[in-house]
DNA sequence: GTCTATAATGAGATAGAC
DNA sequence: GTCTATCTCATTATAGAC
């Protein structure tokens, strides 16, 4: 959300090509949308565009990178210790939140990687983060009393929370033919992964997901 | 595996061309294999290719309806009523299978829906198909009291091992950057997925998870 | 059925004027 | 920084000889 203007950047068509590029790619996959339609979305020339971005890779790039700081803002939210249900609600939002805003990047994970394969250590770098970090709140949800469940039982609700977070947009566009992505579909993904914890949550547990499904947000 | 040769069909090309294929594709995605590269992994010129599949797109719907055929001989193997840990084991393990036969479809579904479009309906089609299926042999499985679970619960279980199952591949590629996937990584998900039926087996019921996780396949 | 051309396309990318 | 014009190139696809 914040600007986030590096150091000496100004150029404001940079930005607009990447919100753009955000769009475009977000509506249907980096690898499907042309340099020719980038330059048209925003207004400019072709040629205008490959002066500010020599290569369409160097757009997925800088998109990433923008990404990395959504996520790793994501990640922060947590607050170690905290037994508050509500806080907890917040953090999985954010995930939600975050995977709705970069898409393309969950449901088009192959195209990237094939167009940008400099981000594959980096997108890994992530994962790794993001995935420890999930350990670590569920370890707190189990500490505040809000779930029940072994470190073997915690471990496989990561992984396959992670999984189910990470393509219930694509499962919508296989199984259920959902192209275009609304805020609604976000919503229902995170009742689908909170599936996922019912058998393992104490009474004071179930209070985030009572709270999670009251959510407007 | 049968050779369905299909009536007046008898052509060999046609047949190596589509096992070439199936193998590149699973490799790296049919997005990504040209078609001077089939010609010359097949052994033949380009031309002659095109003699065959006068459109890539055609290459692509070949190979699905051999999917299709795998998918639905493997939503049949079950009986409706066992009762046989085995029976079950043996029935999740040929979803497992079959993801791995066909796993190109599995992992590179945006650019399969790209690249031909008409798929799309038949897809969604198989995947409704499959899906029900899958409740039923769930349905069946608390019938026999393998599991304890409420007719939610069972739906919830059904929407999420389908999503594990679906993504499993893609999730190894991105997390841990496996690209290359062998037939350990593959049980590996199917192990995943149980994870997800382990709070709803009854004492019975643990028995096809130690029967699966003790298969050699 | 298979080959040797070669056409047709369209995407990414560059040069240089303004 | 932005434009016009052009290039390169990979890829799909076709025509026609053998």
Chains 1, 2 share one sequence.
Not at 4 to 20: D, F, H, N, Q
Not at 79 to 98: I, K, Q
Not at 145 to 174: C, F, H, K
Request: positive net charge; aromatic residues 12%; contains cysteine.
């Amino acid at each position: 959300m914040a600007a986030r203007a590096v150091a000496t950047e100004r150029p404001k068509t940079r930005m607009r090509i990447l919100a753009a590029c955000r769009r475009l790619f977000n509506e249907r996959g980096p690898a499907a949308v042309t340099t020719a339609e980038i330059a048209a979305s925003v207004g400019i020339n072709e040629g205008n565009l490959y002066y500010h971005f020599q290569r369409k890779e160097q757009i997925v790039e800088a998109l990433f990178a923008e990404f990395e700081h959504g996520f790793r803002d994501v990640a922060a939210a947590y607050s170690p210790g905290a037994d508050d249900p509500r806080h907890y609600r917040d953090y999985f939002a954010g995930w939600f939140n975050l995977m709705w805003e970069w898409r393309f990047f969950y449901r088009d994970g192959a195209a990237v990687d094939r167009m940008a394969p400099r981000l594959r250590r980096h997108l890994k770098a992530l994962a790794d983060d993001g995935q420890a970090q999930v350990r670590r709140v569920l370890h707190g949800m189990a500490a505040a009393a809000l779930i029940r469940a072994s470190p073997q039982e915690i471990e496989m609700l990561v992984v396959n929370g992670w999984i189910i977070a990470t393509y219930w947009i694509d499962y919508l566009r296989s199984r259920h033919g959902i192209a275009a992505i609304r805020r609604e579909h976000i919503d229902w993904g995170a009742a689908q992964a909170m599936g996922l914890f019912l058998p393992y949550l104490t009474p004071r547990g179930r209070a985030v997901v009572e709270l999670a499904r009251s959510a407007t947000a």
